[in-house]
Structures are given as structure tokens and as C-alpha cells.
């Protein structure tokens, strides 16, 4: 099983960026996918989900309005566009594939958000 982000880096306030997860080893299209992020000092945090099909998206407020998940299960690939970002993005982000009890975790990749 593989999962690796790529897309991070640095942008300035008010950017965006687009997160690709692309996945391997298992069968990508019956897992729900998630991203989750943790920022230096504080606990790891889910930020958006997506079910296996892709017909239903989840997001956590702070998120809401700016960033958008998607999946393509053609290509056993998930993203995460970031819009307007701001300092309080700046984190590690991962991927997660789930289907319980099974839960596989990407490497995570830096987003930095600064001026």
C-alpha cells in the first residue's frame, strides 16, 4: 500500500495550491479518502473527506468556502484545492485511505503559507 502527496510548498497569503494524493496497492475506488493536516505544535486535525464514489463531500468549518476535495478513481488519485490561503493553513498534510478497520496514511507533504 501507497500513498504519496505531492503539490505542497510555499504561497503566499490569498494563494492556492492543489494537493494530488495518488494511491497504490489497494483498491482505491472502495475507500473513503480523507486530508488531514497538522500544524507545528498542535494536533493532527481532519480537514475534508470524500466517500469511495465521490458523490459526497465533507469539510470542517475552517475550510469551508475555500478548499475543495475531489477523487478520480480512474486514476487512484485525490486532491485538495486550497484557495485563499492563509497562515493558519501552514501544516502537514496527509492523506488517508479508510475502509474500517483499515486505515493507510500518506508520508505528508509541507504547505507553508507565508509572505
Known amino acids: 500500500v501507497q500513498l504519496v502527496e505531492s503539490g505542497g510548498g510555499l504561497v503566499q497569503p490569498g494563494g492556492s495550491l492543489r494537493l494530488s494524493c495518488a494511491a497504490s496497492?489497494?483498491?482505491?475506488?472502495?475507500?473513503?479518502m480523507n486530508w488531514y493536516r497538522q500544524a507545528p505544535g498542535k494536533e493532527r486535525e481532519l480537514v475534508a473527506g470524500?466517500?469511495?464514489?465521490?458523490?459526497?463531500?465533507s469539510y470542517r468549518d475552517f475550510v469551508k468556502g475555500r478548499f475543495t476535495i475531489s477523487r478520480d478513481n480512474a486514476k487512484n488519485t485525490v486532491y485538495l484545492q486550497m484557495n485563499r490561503l492563509e497562515p493558519e493553513d501552514t501544516a502537514v498534510y496527509y492523506c488517508?485511505?479508510?475502509?474500517?478497520?483499515?486505515?493507510?496514511w500518506g508520508q505528508g507533504i509541507q504547505v507553508t503559507v507565508s509572505s
Open positions: 488517508v485511505a479508510v475502509r474500517l478497520p483499515s486505515r493507510y
Open positions: 496497492g489497494f483498491t482505491f475506488s472502495t475507500y473513503a
Open positions: 470524500i466517500s469511495s464514489t465521490g458523490s459526497s463531500t
